[in-house]
């Protein structure tokens, strides 16, 4: 039995596509400048300023076990929508929309990249 189609969001982490769902992205903007945040885990790069609230910048590529993100591809930041608060990851490459056959009500990790 097939599920809903989904919307996604793909975006590139260390040449590994990923995606998210559309509904969860709340805005990709331009890279900013980062406040360091001292004696931090390996994967939060800082806080950044969006829309004048404070909001963690997580390094995917250290999140998801490769090495950072280059700063020199980084180009935007993907701010993602986690209910009572934001998180945001940069992010190299393009990204895109698309559609995914999968069920869009499921809680459950959408497991390995795509």
Do not use: C
């Amino acid at each position: 039995m097939t599920g809903l189609l989904m919307k996604v969001l793909v975006w590139t982490v260390s040449d590994v596509h990923y995606a998210i769902a559309a509904s969860l992205t709340a805005e990709v903007i331009p890279l900013v400048n980062v406040r360091p945040v001292a004696q931090s885990a390996a994967a939060m790069r800082g806080l950044i300023n969006y829309r004048g609230h404070l909001v963690e910048l997580i390094d995917m590529g250290v999140l998801f076990g490769d090495h950072p993100i280059d700063d020199r591809m980084a180009r935007r930041i993907l701010i993602v929508d986690m209910g009572a608060a934001e998180i945001a990851s940069p992010a190299a490459g393009r990204f895109r929309g698309g559609a995914v056959d999968a069920p869009a009500t499921s809680s459950e990790p959408a497991g390995p990249p795509i």
